[in-house]
């Protein structure tokens, strides 16, 4: 077994030297610790750097170098070294003195004790240094991943990690930029196949200017989380889009919002609906109707996404809450259909007795057309996440018969 330590980095002269020596002793150490490794091999990674940082990286004994002509980005260089890496194990450091090599030991610990996939250097306790705007971020970040169904809080932007070559490849492509590690650990943490921990480890004030721009490159690790939750877990996505347009259309009917009357607590009383609400249900109708979509199109995104990973360990929208509600669909599709019928009946009478809708009713067809159209969407759902299942089912079936037990 293999542990291949990459260290990625650019224009850091005062740091480099120092950094891959204590790489190097930190090798040694785990090469003869109680982790059973054969080699531990260290890889610096220069992206492209414009200062004496290669030259002295390429003196320090041990350390495999390799370069990019190009600066082509801080994840290029992750991978870069990874492409090079012999290790059945893949480590990476920042080379900016900020983290210390040595805590390797204590991350391979726990990735052997608790047999994980991927093992996080925690920073953010009492003891770090590091600057508080960067821990609000992190830990805001490690919130956002929260609501769309991670486990556990961690430390998303960790520069420091150990990860299984076969959980890497699980994981690619990522991104190349500053954005490739909050993107890892969504994936990780979002792929219920993959299992992951972290251990604290010292952070230090790094050595020289930071690469880090804190709006920027914070709006972007923002941005590849919610792409990790639109391929790992859609359902949560579009399901908090959807209760969100649910409560505003109930706010829109149970409160006065600036009208004249709560729509709800005058229908109770009056028992009729007046001028000003027509507007106001066409609101509820719309609000309603897209949360309903909304809702329907992340369970079918949540078993596309269980159909392209068939080969997980857990499912994704098999036999849980996910396959529960779809299920559901037709039923609800029907109830959808059949209200938007009761909605138009009055709108209908009408027009079959005098050739025209009274104008008493004529907010009634939107209402009720909305109704009729989100019931035959999602009965239309259903059916493809039907197809999707079917489709699943199929090649399964296929990869059995071809590949029967021994």
């Not at 250097?121 to 590091?130: E, F, I, V």
Request: charged share 20%.
């Amino acid at each position: 077994m293999i542990l291949s330590i990459v260290v990625p980095f650019y224009n850091e002269e005062a740091a480099i030297a120092g950094v891959l020596g204590r790489c190097c002793a930190a090798a040694d150490a785990l090469a003869k610790g109680p982790h059973g490794f054969l080699e531990v091999e260290v890889i610096a990674v220069d992206d492209g750097s414009s200062d004496g940082s290669a030259a002295l990286a390429g003196k320090v004994p041990g350390v495999r170098l390799v370069r990019h002509v190009d600066n082509r980005g801080y994840g290029a260089a992750i991978m870069s070294g990874f492409a090079a890496a012999r290790g059945d194990w893949l480590a990476f450091l920042d080379g900016d003195g900020t983290c210390d090599p040595a805590s390797f030991a204590a991350l391979m610990s726990k990735a052997a004790a608790d047999e994980l996939d991927v093992v996080l250097g925690a920073r953010l306790h009492g003891g770090s240094r590091m600057p508080g705007y960067r821990a609000f971020g992190n830990r805001l970040f490690g919130t956002l991943l929260g609501l769309f169904g991670a486990r556990g809080s961690f430390d998303v932007a960790s520069g420091i990690r150990v990860l299984r070559r076969t959980a890497y490849e699980r994981m690619v492509p990522l991104p190349e930029g500053m954005s490739f590690t909050p993107a890892m650990s969504a994936r990780a943490l979002l792929d219920p196949a993959l299992r992951l921990g972290e251990v604290p480890v010292p952070y230090d004030e790094r050595v020289g200017d930071s690469k880090l721009a804190p709006l920027r490159d914070g709006l972007r690790f923002a941005r590849v989380i919610l792409e990790a939750a639109l391929v790992y877990r859609p359902g949560r996505l579009f399901g908090w889009a959807a209760a969100g347009l649910f409560l505003l259309a109930a706010a829109l009917f149970v409160l006065r919002l600036g009208g004249p009357a709560a729509p709800l607590g005058h229908l109770l009383r009056e028992g009729r609906a007046e001028a000003w609400m027509h507007f106001r249900f066409i609101l509820i109708a719309v609000c309603a109707s897209s949360a309903a979509f909304l809702a329907a199109l992340g369970l079918l995104a949540q078993v596309l996404v269980g159909v392209v990973h068939r080969d997980r360990g857990g499912e994704l929208a098999g036999p849980g809450a996910a396959g529960a509600l779809v299920r559901w669909l037709p039923l609800g599709g029907a109830l959808s259909f059949a209200a938007g019928v009761l909605v138009n009946a009055p709108a209908l009478a009408s027009y079959a007795r005098t050739g025209q809708i009274s104008g008493d009713y004529w907010t009634l067809p939107i209402v009720g057309g909305v109704l009729t159209g989100v019931g035959i969407q999602l009965v239309g759902f259903w059916a493809a996440a039907r197809i999707a299942g079917l489709l699943r089912a199929r090649e399964r079936s296929r990869v059995k018969c071809y590949n029967p037990p021994e």
